[in-house]
């Protein structure tokens, strides 16, 4: 078992950044993939980006490239999730999973989920 707890959310103007951290416990964290997907209200969830166990190779949605940066720190079993230039529409839960299949944009791949942190971006 992986236990996930994802920080870092909150009210943010749009330009704005906030770093997400997902903490994990458990199992050996490094030996997994992680994963951030999001879900706005009526929305199905979205895959966000992807950051493979040693975080050497990472795969991003197309429409986020550049504003968001996913990076994972083994020794502290935290992933995080960099966000530039926020926009109103990047407004909604943001999720981390853990994969031990490696990183991918499929969120059947996920083995595990955190509890979800809320991101609110105003115009």
């Known amino acids: 078992q992986v236990q996930l707890v994802e920080s870092g959310g909150g009210l943010v103007q749009a330009g704005g950044s906030l770093r997400l951290s997902c903490a994990a416990s458990?199992?050996?964290?490094?030996?997994?993939?992680m994963g951030w997907f999001r879900q706005a209200p009526g929305k199905e969830r979205e895959f966000v980006a992807a950051?493979?166990?040693?975080?050497?190779?990472?795969t991003y949605a197309d429409s986020l490239k550049g504003r968001f940066t996913i990076s994972k720190d083994n020794a502290k079993n935290t992933v995080y999730l960099q966000m530039n230039s926020l926009k109103p529409e990047d407004t909604a839960v943001y999720f981390c999973?853990?994969?031990?299949?490696?990183?991918?944009?499929?969120?059947?791949?996920?083995?595990?989920w955190g509890q979800g942190t809320q991101v609110t971006v105003s115009s």
């Open positions: 999973a853990a994969s031990p299949y490696g990183p991918s944009n499929w969120y059947r791949r996920y083995d595990y």
């Open positions: 458990g199992r050996t964290f490094s030996s997994y993939a």
């Open positions: 950051i493979s166990w040693s975080g050497a190779s990472t």
